[in-house]
């Protein structure tokens, strides 16, 4: 929806970092998840580099949540190995996949 109206949603991603960062240990753990998943989704579309979301996925480990935790854990190698293939090439995308498959374990 995002592309649809980039105008009203440009500073979307901003706010809901923004959000997460200042107010994150108070949010319900509920609310907390949905959110990072706002923003997981944000940069599977391309609309959010790897860089923009991982000092935050690495500040968001002070909450007190494991499945938090875990997903966050998740996206952050995703994200790390994303980087990987961009730098390395194939050599990078065959140790992308064993590092992903090796997770969903």
Excluded: W
């Amino acid at each position: 929806v995002s592309k649809c109206y980039p105008k009203e949603t440009a500073r979307l991603a901003t706010q809901l970092m923004d959000l997460l960062d200042t107010h994150a240990t108070v949010l319900d753990a509920a609310l907390r998840r949905t959110l990072i998943q706002a923003l997981v989704l944000l940069r599977n579309r391309n609309q959010l580099t790897p860089n923009d979301v991982l000092p935050l996925f690495f500040r968001m480990f002070r909450c007190q949540d494991k499945q938090l935790r875990q997903t966050l854990f998740k996206h952050i190698v995703s994200g790390v190995l994303q980087i990987l293939v961009e730098h390395t090439g194939s050599t990078g995308s065959m140790l992308a996949a064993f590092e992903l498959e090796r997770l969903d374990r």
